[in-house]
């Protein structure tokens, strides 16, 4: 208007359009909902509660999760990257150590429907800087074809950085948070030699049985568990446990390999790809044969494995004959299915990320036994239990060394006699001079039996009978107690005696909290003495020497775990005053490594090792201060996957009296005192076995449940070569895919600018049609037929190529 001119009319349009264009959809949000982070976000994969809080801690600084959804272009996608871009300015100005810094990004493609030219160079970016800060872009809920549209312009470094289901993306970055808790929990175990025989121990009990956590005092495994449940090998991708729409009548417990629950059964590879829930070690299946319910999902095997089970009938006979055992194991299946539901209320809404104030919990002084705000996972809580008994033990001066003679041996309780004699027929090999026990089956023989963590000389060697079997079961179950020790028993019993010396079997508990203290747990000694059928020949009275008696397997059963707070407490180096709740500090920690002379730490690894210590703040810890409870959690917490096998099911003879047992020479050298004075910890190396290292597993549950294809370390299908016809569309749709493209773009820009230029031309010089020379009418007709031959090839080749990358909409 202003110029009364054609062209700079065509130029100013085409410049508003444009500005019109970005300014409008610029305001459309390019994501679905808030970024997430991942201590947030569940998956299919059930673990055990003190793991679960482990990894969403770590989860909560490594990850972040954005929803994308649209079609992504240069406004949209400058808002997402800047997204991560602040969130990694922001840990680094503030100074945040390198291994609590956001290591990796998914994004998430469900509703995203394409990107363009500019769109896949900002991520581009994006990838670049990602991997200059040590982190890792993943994208999720993508398909073959847009997993190769993003390898051809060089968003991703290869396919292993897509997955086609949300759930496998996050899994992939939970596999790698756990190998980075087991590295750690390796530092820890090898900064003292009791750790690294307290792992060593649980691993081969986690081996044998799935029980650890299911029956932990005497009277739940009183009566030997592996008489009344069955179990079964079942094949991955093969065995079906249970399919919906039946009744199933049988309780399941997971030894080793993994079963996913499945809303059908699942027959294509999308369907193994979605379960509703994998479970593996320890954990129950079928919590509805307790209602008799109808079954809603479908079990089948992930990977081949075992699986203990109880059906009806063994159900009936252990509530008949083991009360106790039942109870046990169906609390455990609730409390498990309880736990469950709970995980999935406390994580169905996720908060925003607040990108400019990243929340920072102040690390509290642990001095006030009431601080946690979180309530103590389940099996941390059975260690405090343990380790609280143990220092009330110690106050007594009950676990000193016998100097002075012993005053009172004790015999072993009928039920455990029995129990023995079972473990030694399952485990025995008949040779010419009788049943014999073999050295290397000890260990197993004994936990077989319910005698945890027996110190068994790795050097003995020969075999065993009947007899001396039961001397060393004897050994494994009993302490001795020392003069000193009865002297506190009897003044103790005085308090509460009748005329006759005795007590009924309700005051053990007070008689037990009059000599260690009001933090005895009820349910700890009165387990041991309701496994004992012995005082049914007392009439339910308590003498001397059944006193004598449970408080002798209370101090056996509660050593390992005063050995384990010792080794600890000279750790921390505070000597007697320490407690669970005793801060430790980096500074603490490179104290102990420098006296120590065996290893070398730096700040920043010993602050790294405190940090993923504290599941208390999920990640907001600094890596300064815990707690000594923390470092108990670091070192029970079961990080490696199951791999041993079940023990046989029991043996069983006919009916006969337990053998006496019977002393015989070698027997210190089969167990061995963990007492200091005994140098144990020189005597324990052969134990030890090979330097401490994370076993691999067989098989990720990435791989599982993309249903193990094989050479695909994360599994996308995906080609290696890309077609013709996507090379064309690349070609064509996206300039920046290739050399060829953007030269491709600079000539279509040219043309298009020559056809404008004609068309201006055409009227500026030669006026209209009917003022034209037949000359100059055979030249612009000749220009506008070339070029609308060019544009009409290069229109049909575009729609042909269309829809090569399978987009949702045509990119067309």
């Not at 073959?144 to 970055?173: G, K, T, Y």
């Not at 039961?470 to 302490?479: H, N, P, S, W």
């Amino acid at each position: 208007v202003v110029t009364e001119e054609l062209l700079p009319a065509v130029v100013v349009g085409g410049f508003i359009t444009g500005i019109s264009f970005i300014l409008k959809y610029a305001m459309i949000p390019a994501t679905a909902a808030v970024p997430t982070k991942g201590s947030y976000i569940t998956t299919c994969e059930k673990r055990g509660e003190l793991l679960t809080r482990k990894v969403q801690s770590v989860a909560d600084r490594w990850l972040l999760v954005v929803k994308l959804k649209g079609y992504l272009f240069f406004g949209s996608s400058q808002k997402v990257t800047s997204l991560v871009r602040d969130m990694i300015a922001e840990e680094v100005q503030s100074g945040r150590p390198k291994y609590q810094r956001l290591r990796y990004v998914i994004f998430d493609c469900e509703l995203l429907d394409g990107m363009d030219a500019s769109a896949a160079k900002a991520m581009v970016a994006l990838k670049n800087e990602a991997a200059g800060q040590n982190m890792r872009v993943f994208w999720s809920s993508v398909t073959p074809a847009f997993v190769e549209e993003l390898e051809a312009r060089q968003i991703i470094n290869s396919p292993a950085d897509c997955f086609e289901q949300f759930d496998a993306a996050v899994l992939a970055v939970e596999e790698r948070i756990v190998k980075f808790l087991r590295s750690m929990q390796d530092q820890w175990i090898l900064q003292h030699w009791f750790f690294r025989y307290h792992s060593r121990l649980e691993r081969q009990r986690r081996a044998l049985e799935p029980f650890g956590e299911i029956l932990p005092s005497d009277s739940s495994r009183a009566g030997c568990p592996w008489q009344y449940c069955k179990k079964i090998s079942v094949v991955g991708h093969k065995t079906i446990l249970w399919s919906v729409g039946g009744y199933t009548r049988k309780l399941f417990l997971v030894h080793s390999g993994a079963v996913g629950v499945f809303k059908t059964r699942p027959m294509s590879e999308e369907d193994w790809a979605t379960p509703v829930a994998v479970f593996r070690h320890g954990f129950f299946l079928n919590v509805k044969f307790f209602t008799r319910g109808l079954d809603r999902y479908t079990a089948v095997a992930l990977e081949d494995g075992e699986i203990l089970y109880w059906d009806e009938d063994s159900w009936f006979q252990m509530g008949r004959e083991q009360p106790t055992m039942m109870g046990h194991v169906q609390r455990a299946a609730i409390e498990q299915h309880v736990l469950e539901l709970q995980n999935r209320a406390d994580f169905g809404e996720a908060p925003p990320v607040d990108v400019k104030a990243l929340e920072e919990l102040e690390v509290s002084s642990f001095t006030n036994h009431k601080r946690e705000f979180l309530e103590l996972p389940r099996d941390l809580q059975r260690i405090h239990d343990k380790v609280d008994a143990a220092i009330a033990l110690e106050s007594k001066g009950l676990f000193e060394k016998c100097t002075g003679g012993i005053a009172f041996y004790p015999t072993m309780p009928s039920s455990m006699s029995k129990d023995l004699q079972i473990a030694f027929h399952t485990f025995s090999t008949e040779l010419a001079n009788g049943s014999q026990i073999e050295s290397k089956k000890l260990a197993n023989a004994l936990t077989y039996a319910g005698l945890l963590h027996s110190p068994v000389s790795g050097d003995c060697e020969g075999s065993f009978n009947e007899a001396e079997f039961m001397r060393i079961g004897l050994e494994a179950a009993m302490t001795p107690l020392s003069s000193t020790s009865s002297g506190m028993l009897l003044e103790t019993l005085r308090h509460f005696a009748d005329s006759a010396g005795t007590v009924g079997q309700g005051e053990l508990v007070p008689m037990f909290r009059e000599l260690l203290g009001s933090g005895i747990r009820m349910e700890d000694v009165d387990s041991i003495a309701t496994g004992w059928p012995d005082l049914q020949a007392l009439h339910g009275r308590v003498d001397y020497s059944m006193f004598a008696t449970v408080l002798s397997r209370f101090l056996r059963s509660h050593e390992h775990y005063y050995h384990l707070f010792s080794a600890v407490r000279e750790v921390v180096g505070v000597g007697q005053q320490c407690s669970l709740n005793t801060p430790f500090t980096a500074k603490m920690l490179l104290q102990w490594v420098e006296k120590s002379s065996k290893w070398s730490l730096t700040q920043e690894t010993a602050e790294e090792m405190l940090w993923a210590a504290d599941w208390r703040h999920t990640g907001n810890g600094r890596g300064e201060e815990i707690c000594v409870s923390d470092i108990m959690a670091m070192l029970i917490c079961k990080l490696d996957p199951n791999e041993g096998e079940l023990p046989p099911l029991p043996k069983m003879r006919p009916e006969e009296p337990p053998v006496q047992p019977v002393d015989f020479p070698n027997l210190n050298a089969v167990l061995i005192s963990l007492h200091p004075d005994d140098s144990p910890e020189s005597k324990l190396e052969s134990s030890f076995g090979e330097p401490i290292q994370s076993p691999k597993r067989n098989m990720s549950i990435v791989s599982a449940l993309q249903g193990e294809q094989k050479g695909a370390d994360l599994n996308v299908a995906h080609s290696a070569q890309v077609s013709l016809w996507v090379k064309l569309q690349l070609l064509l749709e996206q300039p920046t895919s290739s050399a060829a493209a953007t030269a491709l773009g600079v000539v279509n820009m040219v043309l298009i600018f020559l056809s404008l230029l004609a068309v201006t031309l055409e009227m500026e010089l030669s006026g209209s049609y009917e003022k034209q020379s037949d000359s100059e009418r055979r030249l612009w007709r000749l220009l506008a037929l070339t070029f609308a031959v060019l544009f009409s090839i290069e229109t049909m080749m575009r729609v042909l190529v269309a829809n090569a990358l399978g987009s949702k909409e045509s990119s067309f």
